[in-house]
Nanobody
Framework: QVQLVESGGGLVQAGDSLRLSCAVS????????MGWFRQPPGKEREFVAH????????DYADSVKGRFTISRDSAKNTVYLQMNSLKPEDTAVYYC????????????????????WGQGTQVTVSS
């Protein structure tokens, strides 16, 4: 059974950087999709970034493009989210998730296409 454990969250000031990690265990090679989502206080969960284990192809929400970078280390079964130039509006609980790829690309941003989730890690950015 696949398990995901996030780490690396914390309290930082605007402009600072953080790197989140998502350690994955029990994954099969067919479970090729990894995503980061976040849920700001009082709001719905939203897509942040996506990466494929096999190709490294990535995708980002417009709100984080150019500031966040998703990467993976297959040897460590770990996916990272490097977050730079953090803003107060980045404050949220961040979740990693995994799923099976589908045809096309629009599915990457939909949380219902990911069937295993971590417990989340809090990121708070003060102004």
């Amino acid at each position: 059974q696949v398990q995901l454990v996030e780490s690396g969250g914390g309290l930082v000031q605007a402009g600072d950087s953080l790197r989140l990690s998502c350690a994955v265990s029990g994954r099969t090679s067919s479970r090729d999709a990894m995503g980061w989502f976040r849920q700001p206080p009082g709001k719905e969960r939203e897509f942040v970034a996506h990466i494929r284990w096999s190709t490294g192809i990535s995708d980002y929400a417009d709100s984080v493009k150019g500031r966040f970078t998703i990467s993976r280390d297959s040897a460590k079964n770990t996916v990272y989210l490097q977050m730079n130039s953090l803003k107060p509006e980045d404050t949220a609980v961040y979740y990693c998730a995994t799923g099976f790829p589908k045809f096309g690309s629009s599915w990457r941003r939909r949380e219902d296409n990911y069937d295993a989730w971590g417990q989340g890690t809090q990121v708070t950015v003060s102004s």
